[in-house]
């Protein structure tokens, strides 16, 4: 497959240049099948490395931050931090695990603003908590929703999708009177 | 009867302001025509300056990634179409590419060029839209007629190529559903030697008229490195003066053997968008021209790659075959796709149209996640819109380029 091996010798360069910015953070590269460089680090040293990959490797734009619910597996969000170099026309795909009890991650809006949907729409539907957000709420679902629509519990045909009528329409019930 | 009255809240940053204090919060959308769809906008004016930008969207949420870890691969297809409705063709393509590198597939040559072709007919006929919609809502009427004609035109052929005029739900994996026919590839050719004079007239309308140009030069700038930092993508990041196209950068579906160039701007400015997306349009029928002459050069050939695990049959032979039928069946209801995780970005109208998939191996996706340009161009209009005037809105949305199918997703 001509995309691949092209894809293949590209990632090589940017391997080595993720390892240059990451090194001395602890970190495991992983072989992805489509051949894009990509490493997995703690939650304790996300932050750094995701700062360290701006300035030192040059990935100047973030692509997306999203969420794998791996469930069973434990621990079972996989947290995905996908950069991009406009320079260097490359990619590097950062992934964190994190555990159902305590799914928090560092927010990286300071490194990148452009994130800032990015970690709301994952918090809104995977209940994914980005520590340090500027503001950290809801960005599909209602403000009041109560559950993560992403979540693997969470049925096909949805929860309550008619709340908001229903309470409104039993109010109305209650207090409707025939006219005299 | 009672009356009603209007209670207007002002923003508590206002409200203490001893200078202004005149603070008015206003809602703009989300049934708002220059809006675009249901985007809201919750705008805090002072006077007529806006200070606070704030969009609220997922009025059109319909749970997209959800849906599609529910149907499986194969039958998310027509929901990909759905997303950014004014160029499906491409949604579908982006799709089907993410796939096929999850699974390892090389679709045949012929497949490709008519992928080209379909991507630069979507390309012309979103920024058709783009132009029509944002001429009306600074007040050139004349476009939006003109433009919808011409898209019209497009979608047309398209009626005749796929059998819809939206929607096509066309793609499959592995290639497209059917080949092109001699009448379809006519009407393709007589289209694009007739855009191009169509497009100057409209561009004779806008570019030196002194109306669209005070209402889009110097509104809503960007410098290239926070188009960067703000995730912007396509036209947007191209009009600050970054040339980075992924049909260059990461070329797919045969696209380093195209000749064309990557027009950018140099203020970053709604007026250099504008001029972007019209230079970006010229592009384009250069590419469909070329992707013509290469579908001329390869008749007969394959349109659909063959693969029995993860390609649907022949239709012709699901006709006929009971076998074939239950082959088919299988793979609509039951595509199990290598395990493991792959991303393909697309260069799509609006930017940088992503899906990232991950799948372990079962029927059921573990993930699909949409990474949705517009989505980002909606994020920045604050970075763009605050500090200037209330009507210059709409010049910044307009200009921005989105469509809230796929933001909402």
Redo the contacts between chains.
């Keep these: 497959?001509?995309?691949?091996a092209g894809?293949a010798a590209v990632a090589s360069s940017t391997r080595e240049r993720v390892r240059a910015a990451l090194a001395g953070l602890a970190h495991r590269e992983i072989e992805?099948?489509?051949g894009?460089a990509a490493v997995e680090v703690a939650r304790d040293v996300l932050a750094a490395a995701l700062r360290r990959l701006r300035d030192a490797a040059g990935f100047?734009?973030?692509?997306?931050v999203?969420a794998?619910?791996?469930r069973p597996a434990v621990p079972r969000f996989e947290v995905?931090h996908?950069l991009y170099s406009?320079a260097h026309?490359d990619?590097v795909?950062v992934q964190t695990r994190v555990a159902e009890e305590d799914p928090a991650v560092p927010s990286c809006v300071e490194v990148?603003?452009?994130?800032?949907?990015?970690e709301r729409?994952c918090f809104d539907?995977l209940g994914i908590v980005f520590t340090g957000h500027p503001g950290l709420k809801?960005?599909?679902?209602?403000e009041d929703y109560r559950y993560h629509?992403?979540r693997?519990e969470?049925p096909?045909q949805?929860i309550e999708p008619d709340r908001h009528y229903r309470e409104w329409d039993e109010a109305r019930r209650r207090t409707w009177r025939p006219e005299e | 009867m009672s009356t009603r009255t209007f209670e207007y809240s002002v923003g508590p940053e206002l409200a203490d302001d001893p200078v202004h204090g005149e603070g008015l919060r206003i809602n703009m959308g989300p049934q708002h025509p220059a809006t675009h769809g249901v985007l809201r906008l919750k705008i805090d004016l002072d006077g007529e300056t806006m200070r606070r930008i704030e969009p609220v969207?997922?009025y059109l949420?319909r749970?997209k990634?959800?849906?599609c870890?529910?149907l499986g691969w194969a039958r998310f297809f027509p929901h990909t179409d759905r997303l950014d409705y004014v160029q499906p063709l491409m949604n579908n393509i982006g799709y089907a590419l993410a796939l096929e590198?999850?699974a390892?597939i090389?679709v045949p040559e012929r497949g490709q060029i008519v992928r080209v072709l379909l991507m630069e007919l979507s390309r012309i006929a979103a920024h058709l839209i783009y132009l029509g919609c944002t001429g009306i809502d600074l007040g050139a009427v004349t476009i939006f007629f003109n433009t919808f004609k011409e898209r019209e035109k497009i979608y047309d052929i398209l009626d005749l190529w796929s059998g819809h005029r939206m929607n096509n739900t066309y793609v499959r994996i592995g290639g497209v559903f059917s080949d092109v026919s001699e009448e379809v590839e006519e009407l393709t050719r007589a289209f694009l030697a007739g855009f191009p004079a169509e497009l100057d007239v409209q561009e004779k309308c806008l570019t030196g008229n002194r109306i669209w140009y005070d209402r889009n030069r110097d509104v809503g700038r960007i410098s290239a490195?926070q188009a960067?930092?703000?995730?912007?993508?396509g036209p947007n990041l191209r009009g600050s003066g970054?040339a980075?196209d992924l049909r260059k950068?990461?070329p797919?579906s045969g696209y380093e053997g195209y000749e064309f160039d990557v027009p950018v701007g140099t203020a970053g400015d709604c007026y250099d968008r504008y001029l972007v997306r019209v230079e970006e349009m010229r592009q384009s029928v250069r590419i469909a021209e070329q992707a013509l002459r290469r579908l001329k050069e390869t008749r007969g050939g394959e349109v659909l790659a063959e693969d029995r695990r993860y390609i649907l049959p022949p239709k012709a032979a699901v006709r006929t075959s009971m076998e074939e039928l239950i082959h088919q069946f299988k793979i609509v209801t039951d595509l199990r796709l290598?395990?493991?995780?792959?991303?393909?970005?697309i260069e799509s109208s609006k930017g940088?149209l992503?899906f990232?998939v991950?799948s372990d191996g079962t029927r059921d996706p573990?993930?699909c996640?949409i990474?949705a340009p517009g989505?980002?161009n909606?994020?920045?209009i604050p970075v763009l819109g605050e500090g200037r005037l209330l009507s210059d809105t709409v010049a910044i949305i307009g200009s921005l380029d989105f469509v809230m199918g796929e933001v909402?997703?």
């Design positions: 497959m001509t995309a691949t894809g992805a099948r489509d894009m100047e734009a973030v692509t997306f999203t794998v619910d791996r995905v996908q406009v026309r990619r795909r990148w603003p452009g994130a800032a949907f990015m729409e539907l809801r960005l599909m679902m209602p629509p992403l693997k969470f096909q949805g | 969207v997922g949420h749970g990634e959800k849906l870890e529910g590198k999850l390892g090389e490195e960067l930092a703000w995730a912007l993508t970054v980075h950068a990461e797919y290598p395990a493991g995780e792959a991303y393909q970005g940088e992503g990232f991950v573990v993930r996640h990474r989505l980002y909606v994020q920045v909402d997703r």
